[in-house]
């Protein structure tokens, strides 16, 4: 709240991520604290990716917690690993993370903020570059479908 106010103080709006690693995890936590500081100046930065590391599925479960409060999106993809049962990062679109039905939701949604594709998944080769792509064209092929 304090962060909130020393924002609106100088006219600029806080993000706030659910970050799995951090205090703020989940759509339902990312809700509930915005909600809570209950500030124009602070908004979510909702990541549907992050939120699989805790277990919650990020759309519709986690998204019902932040609709409407959304400033920016970060898009990557994952799923379970069967032979370690870890979450790991994927291309997006081959993953568990319902993409189509989060897209639509947002634009339905009249959502006008911005997305960020994160490049958390690599090929077994290790290629950054290659790895990007591949996650680039799961989510062009996803907007497409869409669209």
Sequence with gaps: AKAA???????????????HTCNVGTGKELGRIVRDVNSPHLRALWDPG???MLGEIPYPDGYRHVRGLISHVHVKDSKKDPKTG????????????DFRGQFKALHADGYTGTMSLETHYRRPDGNKIESSRESLEGLLKILRQVA
């Design 86 to 97: 870890q979450i790991v990062w994927m291309p997006v679109g081959s993953g568990t993370i």
């Design 50 to 52: 992050n939120a699989t």
């Design 5 to 19: 106010r020393m924002a609106a103080g100088n006219k600029i709006i806080l993000v706030l991520e659910n970050e």
